[in-house]
């Protein structure tokens, strides 16, 4: 397993912006598919957004409709979750997830399918 450190949460008004960072320590960052998902208080924990090991593809959840962009610096072994025009709804603990893949092209969606979790970070949005 590797070891996630995700930064970047915080407090931000309606409408506003932040950018999530996910470090992941060791070598070989680029062999791993890379995803992040949310957990409100009182509910399941919820995919957000995925990126393949070789950034060549991303798939978000329904409910950000344009407003998130997934990235990745393979040289940097961080990724990167941009978030725009957020809303209350988006309060959440936000985790940074690691799944070490020989695929290139392959993202993940599921949960269950990663192998390591960072702590998390909190992202709280006013009204």
């Known amino acids: 397993q590797v070891q996630l450190i995700e930064s970047g949460g915080g407090l931000v008004q309606a409408g506003g912006s932040l950018r999530l960072s996910c470090a992941l320590s060791g070598r070989m960052f680029s062999t791993y598919a890379m995803g992040w998902f949310r957990q409100a208080p009182g509910k399941e924990r919820e995919f957000v957004a995925a990126i393949s090991s070789s950034a060549g593809t991303t798939f978000y959840g329904d409910f950000v409709k344009g407003r998130f962009t997934i990235s990745r610096d393979n040289a940097k072994n961080i990724v990167f979750l941009q978030m725009n025009s957020l809303t209350p709804e988006d309060t959440a603990f936000y985790y940074c997830?690691?799944?070490?893949?020989?695929?290139?092209?392959?993202?993940?969606?599921?949960?269950?399918?990663?192998?390591?979790w960072g702590q998390g970070t909190q992202v709280t949005v006013s009204s």
């Open positions: 997830a690691a799944k070490q893949t020989e695929s290139g092209s392959y993202y993940y969606i599921d949960r269950d399918d990663y192998d390591s």
